[in-house]
């Protein structure tokens, strides 16, 4: 079985590549070749060693979005065949491999669209003519798609609606994360030793300043919380730590809150030092729909999780699982939470239950499972009969 899994992006600068797509294909590697096909910078070399695998790249050089879709058309047009399922990550790239299968109706092709494009376009820019046609291309595209993929119910129950005759097309395959690696190959410091805040309870922020994060309302909720009591610290987990140094200051106590810049292998631990992780969105359809790693992240290292309603399938779970608390976003951004609920630490069996759950749920051998199972079926000629077996 040959999958070629296709994406816009870039394996060199886009870090999700590297955290959600190779580990996938290169955990399914055993059962299946997988190949990936990305659009680089033109001056991109790729170094085998980069990846511990067999997987095999294919960069396309990136230019304007009307060239690289003519690029990938061509690419399809003379290497399609080679493969035995198509799978297609985003939009953009799947407007070249729309036409290819119309052109070649026996190729088996996936639609992984990973959000709502035409939704997110006017969310940040307003109605506009794009937003229309990528509206219009969705519907295409479930039109020739065998399968799409959507990342939580919540988006698949969004589809339905939106085509009520291709949900039968439709299969749940949620983000994943992953688990620890070794504790030797890392060092990251002991948090509470360093500050001496042993006793205290430690809210965490694991993000960026990108708006759709809603730093800022983050930063006055953690300032409520400090004038409740002095008993809570804050620990920032962020690429940008000098912005958010910046944006911190004069807002909380210096001896207050700690930020860290964090790689992927040292995230797990400084989250697993923390009690409640915080994630908050607004109320509007791409997050009603979402599946955020982050949630994934901060489960695995045992944190309860505080979470906005209403984003993707979090607030059903972890009411279910018991693993954390679902606020409106209107109570954060007026400071209306009930603060004593989140006067105690998570002890260590609690801790211990919430990371095995999410291992259970949410690790990247349960999303792969899942894939090869998608694959599987889809060359067997299951089809729309998958839902039952995904």
């Known amino acids: 079985m040959k999958i070629i899994y296709i994406t816009g992006e870039s394996l060199r600068t ?45 960069p396309l050089a990136r230019r304007g979005h009307v060239v ?17 399922v198509i799978h297609v990550r985003s939009y953009l790239p799947m407007a070249a491999a729309f036409l290819y299968k119309i052109l070649n109706p026996k190729a088996k092709l996936i639609f992984d669209p ?15 003519i794009a937003a229309r046609i990528f509206k219009m291309l ?42 620890p690696v070794s504790y030797a190959s890392v060092s990251v410091p002991d948090i509470r030793k360093q500050t001496d805040w042993n006793g205290c309870v430690l809210l965490c922020y694991s993000g960026s300043l990108e ?85 994934k992240d901060y489960l695995l290292a045992g944190m309860r999780i505080v979470v906005t309603s209403g984003v993707g399938d979090t607030s059903e779970f972890i009411s279910t699982h018991d693993c954390g608390v679902t606020v409106e976003y209107n109570d954060v951004v007026n400071c209306k939470l009930d603060f004593k609920k989140f006067e105690k630490s998570v002890n260590a069996s609690d801790r211990e239950r919430i990371s095995k759950l999410a291992s259970k749920e949410f690790a990247l051998n349960v999303a792969a499972q899942k894939h090869l199972i998608m694959y599987s079926s889809l060359l067997n000629g299951r089809g729309s009969k998958m839902t039952s077996h995904v």
């Open 14 to 58: 886009d870090p999700i590549i590297s955290s959600q797509v190779i580990p996938l294909l290169d955990f399914i590697q055993d059962h299946c070749s997988s190949s990936l096909l990305t659009f680089e910078s033109v001056d991109f070399e790729f170094n085998a060693n980069e990846l511990q695998s067999g997987i095999k790249i294919n």
């Open 68 to 84: 690289n879709f003519f690029v990938l058309i061509m690419w399809l047009l003379r290497n399609g065949r080679n493969y035995d």
């Open 114 to 128: 990973r959000g709502l494009f035409a939704e997110e376009i006017e969310y940040y820019k307003g109605k506009s």
């Open 138 to 179: 969705e519907w295409a595209f479930f039109q020739v798609s065998d399968v799409v993929i959507a990342v939580s119910n919540a988006m698949k129950n969004h589809f339905a609606e939106d085509y009520p005759g291709c949900v039968g097309k439709v299969i749940v395959i949620p983000t994943f994360a992953q688990l």
């Open 211 to 295: 708006g759709w994060q809603c730093f800022d309302e983050i930063l006055k909720l953690f300032s409520a919380f400090h004038s409740f009591s002095i008993k809570f610290r804050f620990v920032f987990l962020s690429k940008d730590a000098g912005k958010i140094h910046s944006k911190i200051r004069g807002s909380i106590p210096i001896d207050a809150y700690r930020v860290y810049s964090a790689t992927a292998s040292e995230l797990p631990y400084y989250l697993a030092q923390c009690d409640f992780g915080f994630l908050v969105r607004k109320p509007h359809v791409i997050n009603q729909v979402a599946a955020p790693i982050k949630v």
